[in-house]
């Protein structure tokens, strides 16, 4: 068997549509961090619109926040400091919980009342100053510490995950 981060790499270099290739790349995140919910948004940053396209839930309880495109420059960066950085390409932000996390870092009203969560990763998929997605594993219900495993997880898949969100985002109609 292989190991999570090679396993991880081989879904996403497979031979097949880049959807696919983004799902299974869930479908193995979420379990392996012991998540309750793993999303992913992409993002066209020649638009300045992106959307919730893949989702991996525990089980069917966990709620799905899937959504259209919609443009992500305007009201979002004010209300959710946690995009202005990835917005910024700042470095990834990991929550062990948005309840002591400080205003510099999240909107606690404004992920509770969108997402919901506890605890969460917020790992940014940037290229050259430009963001195109973000990876947001998450934990419901109870803290979670992200472990340097974790964290050292998730350094390496953002950058697996990039040029396939660059293919998917190029190759769908936004409309």
Known sequence: ML???AELQAALTAAR???ER????LDLIGPHLRADR???YVRNPARG???IAFVWCLDEAVPDPRHDWQNDTGDLPKEDPLFRAA???RPSVYVDDVTEAGPEVLNQEFERRTFG???LVHAHITDQGQLWGILQPCVFGHPHHWTAAER???EAATPLLLPVVQEYVQGVDED
């Open 117 to 119: 969560h506890r605890a």
């Open 87 to 89: 917005l910024a390409t």
């Open 3 to 5: 190991n999570p981060a």
């Open 152 to 154: 050292e997880y998730l």
């Open 22 to 25: 983004l799902q299974h790349a």
């Open 17 to 19: 549509p880049a959807a």
């Open 49 to 51: 619109r992106g959307r």
């Open 38 to 40: 793993c999303f992913l």
